[in-house]
Nanobody
Framework: QVQLVESGGGSVQTGGSLRLSCVVS????????MTWFRQSPGKEREAVAR????????YYVDDVKGRFSVSQGDPKTTIYLQMDSLKAEDTAVYYC????????????????WGQGTQVTVSA
């Protein structure tokens, strides 16, 4: 049984930083895609950063390029999302998700999800 547990959310001021963590257990799939999503009230869930765990290749949506960075820990059972230069519009619940094989941006492509962690950015 695959389980994902996020942590690291909180409240910061505009321009601040946070690092989110996603601990993955029970995963036996290879290759896998790990993607961070976010969802704010009244909006659809959107992807922000993607990592192919086998190759380490990463992708970012335009809105977070240059500000967010996704990486793997050692051992590779923890996925991080480093968020810098945070803006008010980054406020959302952030989720990590695991997809079997190589996946893209659509939430429906992902098989397992964490419970989410709240990020609040205020002026």
């Amino acid at each position: 049984q695959v389980q994902l547990v996020e942590s690291g959310g909180g409240s910061v001021q505009t321009g601040g930083s946070l690092r989110l963590s996603c601990v993955v257990s029970g995963n036996t799939y290879d290759p896998t895609t790990m993607t961070w999503f976010r969802q704010s009230p009244g909006k659809e869930r959107e992807a922000v950063a993607r990592l192919y765990t086998g190759t380490g290749v990463t992708y970012y949506v335009d809105d977070v390029k240059g500000r967010f960075s996704v990486s793997q820990g050692d051992p590779k059972t923890t996925i991080y999302l480093q968020m810098d230069s945070l803006k008010a519009e980054d406020t959302a619940v952030y989720y990590c998700a695991l997809g079997r094989g190589y996946r893209s941006w659509a939430p429906r492509e992902y098989d397992f999800w964490g419970q989410g962690t709240q990020v609040t950015v205020s002026a």
